[in-house]
Nanobody
Framework: QVKLVESGGGLVQAGGSLRLSCAAS????????MGWFRQAPGKEREFVAS????????GYADSVKGRFTISRDNAKNSVYLQMNSLKPEDSAVYYC????????????????WGQGTQVTVSS
């Protein structure tokens, strides 16, 4: 069992930055692929970024490529999402997720999900 707790969300002006953190409980964090997803009101949950077990590979949605950076610190059982040049359309609840078997963009491969943290970007 893995428990994921996100933090770092908030209200920021367009063009600003936020850094989201996701702390994982339990052992063997380094064996999980990790992902960040987001869901805006009235929209489906969408992939944002993901990172492989040891952090050697990453993937991003086209909408955030060049602005967001995912990273992980296995010694701290944590994964991060650095978000720069934020836009109002980035406003959403952001979720981190852990996968036994993959680290890609499909929500179905993730086994555990956090409760989410709200990000609001004002124009």
């Amino acid at each position: 069992q893995v428990k994921l707790v996100e933090s770092g969300g908030g209200l920021v002006q367009a063009g600003g930055s936020l850094r989201l953190s996701c702390a994982a409980s339990g052992r063997s964090f380094s064996t999980y692929g990790m992902g960040w997803f987001r869901q805006a009101p009235g929209k489906e949950r969408e992939f944002v970024a993901s990172i492989s077990w040891r952090g050697g590979s990453t993937g991003y949605a086209d909408s955030v490529k060049g602005r967001f950076t995912i990273s992980r610190d296995n010694a701290k059982n944590s994964v991060y999402l650095q978000m720069n040049s934020l836009k109002p359309e980035d406003s959403a609840v952001y979720y981190c997720a852990a996968s036994y078997s993959d680290w890609g963009p499909r929500p179905s491969v993730y086994d555990y999900w956090g409760q989410g943290t709200q990000v609001t970007v004002s124009s």
